[in-house]
C-alpha cells in the first residue's frame, strides 16, 4: 500500500510542477522534458532486465546445481541459529535459507550481478510458503530491508569511480562506507524485529556482536593497507571468492552424480523467466521516478532544505550531495550519476564529493529492490516493506554525513 501512494505521489508531483513552471513561468519545454524523461526511463527498464537476462540465466542455473547438490541446504543450517530467529516463518533446513545467505554475502562482498540472481531466488523459495501470494510475508520484508540497509564490505565500484574522477586516494572512503552501511543495517534490523516482535535473546544478540567484530575486523585490515593496495585486494577477494563459490557448487554437484550440465539448464531457463516477469515493475517505478526528476521537483526541494540548514546556522556543504541522498533509494543509475555530477563540478577530492560516495555506499537501491524483488513473485501488496526500507535508508543517510565530518 505504502508502495502504491509513494508511485502515484511522483506523478502528481511531476504533474503539479510541470502545470506550475508553465502558468508562472511561460515554460513550455518541462512537458516534453518529462514525457521524454519517461520515454528514457521506459526503454531504461527494458535494457536494464535485458541486461540482467544473461546474468540471472547463469546464476539461477548455478544455484540450481547447489541445491540439487546440496550446498543450498548445507548453508541454510549453518546460519539456522541466526536465521531462524530473524525469519521465523521459514522452517529449518528449507532452501530460502541458504539462498538468503548466498543472497547477503554477495551483498557483502559487493557483487551485484551475483546478489540480484541468489535474492530471487530466495524470494521465489519464500513465496512457496506465502499462503497469500499477493501479499508479503514478515521473511520477505525482513529479507528485502536487510538488502535495502546493503551492508557492503567491498564497495568496489565507488572506489572505482573515484578512480577514474582522478582522486588523489580513491579508497579513502571504503572505511566512512563500511562505518555508514553497518549502522543502516543494525537500525533496519533492530527497528524490524522490534516491528515483528521477534525476541532478542543470547543467540540473537551473539551473532549480531559477531557481526559487528567482523565488520571491525575488516575495517581494520583494510585501513592497514597501503592506499594503493586496497582496491587490488578487495577485487581479489570478492573474485577469489565467488568463483570458488560456483567451483563449490559444481563439485557437489558431481559429489551426488548430478547431470550437472542438465541440472544447469533447467535452472537457466528459471532465470530466462524472471528477468521477463520484472519489466512491467521495472517500467512502473523508473518512469515515475524519471518524471519527478524532469519536472525539477528535485531541484526545487534541495534549494528548500539547503536554504533551511542555513537559517540554521548549520555548515551547508553537506546539501551538495543531497541530490545523491535522495536519489538513491530511488535509482541505482540516477545517485550515480548524482555522484559523478558532483565529482565533476567539485573535483573528486573535494568533501562533497567524498560525501557523495559515502552516501551511495551506505545503502541499496530501496525501489529498485522492492520493484524487481517484490515483482518476481507477484507480490503486490507489500504492507510496511517500504516504510522500514526508508528507515534504513535514512539512518545510512545521516550515517554517512556524520562519518563524513568526522573523517574528511
Not at 236 to 256: D, E, S, Y
Amino acid at each position: 500500500m505504502v508502495l502504491n501512494w509513494i508511485w502515484i505521489a511522483f506523478f502528481a508531483v511531476a504533474f503539479l510542477m510541470a502545470l506550475g513552471r508553465t502558468l508562472f513561468a511561460g515554460d513550455l519545454q518541462v512537458w516534453s522534458d518529462i514525457m521524454n524523461a519517461s520515454f528514457d526511463q521506459a526503454a531504461f527498464a527494458f535494457e536494464v532486465s535485458l541486461g540482467l537476462t544473461g546474468v540471472l540465466t547463469l546464476w539461477m542455473g548455478i544455484m540450481k546445481v547447489g541445491e540439487k547438490g546440496g550446498v543450498i541446504e548445507f548453508f541454510g543450517r549453518l546460519i539456522s541459529p541466526f536465521f531462524s530467529r530473524l525469519f521465523p516463518g521459514i522452517p529449518k533446513g528449507h532452501p530460502a535459507m541458504g539462498a538468503i545467505f548466498m543472497n547477503i554475502s554477495a551483498n557483502m562482498l559487493g557483487l551485484d550481478n551475483a546478489a540480484t540472481p541468489m535474492g530471487l531466488r530466495a524470494m521465489q523459495e519464500m513465496q512457496t510458503l506465502n499462503p497469500k501470494k499477493d501479499t508479503a510475508t514478515d521473511a520477505m520484508i525482513m529479507f528485502l530491508v536487510l538488502n535495502s540497509s546493503g551492508l557492503c564490505l567491498v564497495p568496489i565500484s565507488i572506489m572505482m569511480y573515484r578512480a577514474q574522477g582522478g582522486a588523489a586516494n580513491p579508497t579513502d572512503v571504503f572505511v566512512p562506507i563500511l562505518i555508514a552501511t553497518a549502522i543502516a543495517t543494525l537500525v533496519g534490523l533492530l527497528a524490524l524485529c522490534l516491528r515483528q516482535r521477534i525476541r532478542m535473546d543470547r543467540v540473537l544478540w551473539s551473532w549480531l556482536g559477531g557481526i559487528a567484530a567482523f565488520v571491525a575486523l575488516v575495517t581494520w585490515f583494510f585501513s592497514s593497507l597501503p592506499a594503493d593496495k586496497v582496491q587490488g585486494y578487495s577485487t581479489f577477494a570478492a573474485n577469489v571468492i565467488l568463483f570458488t563459490v560456483i567451483m563449490a557448487f559444481i563439485g557437489a554437484g558431481v559429489r551426488r552424480r548430478l547431470r550437472v550440465y542438465d541440472v544447469f539448464i533447467e535452472g537457466a531457463k528459471d532465470g530466462f523467466k524472471t528477468a521477463v516477469m520484472i519489466i512491467p515493475y521495472l517500467v512502473a517505478i523508473l518512469v515515475a521516478i524519471g518524471m519527478f526528476r524532469a519536472s525539477g521537483a528535485l531541484d526545487i526541494l534541495t534549494g528548500w532544505v539547503e536554504s533551511f540548514v542555513a537559517w540554521l546556522g548549520f555548515d551547508t556543504q553537506w546539501v551538495g550531495a543531497l541530490p545523491t541522498m535522495l536519489m538513491k533509494p530511488l535509482s541505482g543509475s540516477g545517485s550515480c550519476a548524482m555522484m559523478l555530477d558532483v565529482m565533476k563540478t567539485n573535483g573528486a577530492d573535494a568533501f562533497v564529493s567524498k560525501l557523495a560516495a559515502a552516501v551511495r555506499g551506505s545503502t541499496d537501491t530501496t525501489f529498485y529492490i522492492l520493484a524487481v524483488y517484490f515483482g518476481s513473485v507477484g507480490v503486490t501488496k507489500t504492507r510496511y516493506a517500504a516504510g522500514y526500507a526508508l528507515l534504513a535508508d535514512l539512518t545510512g543517510a545521516v550515517a554517512a554525513v556524520a562519518v563524513a565530518y568526522c573523517f574528511f
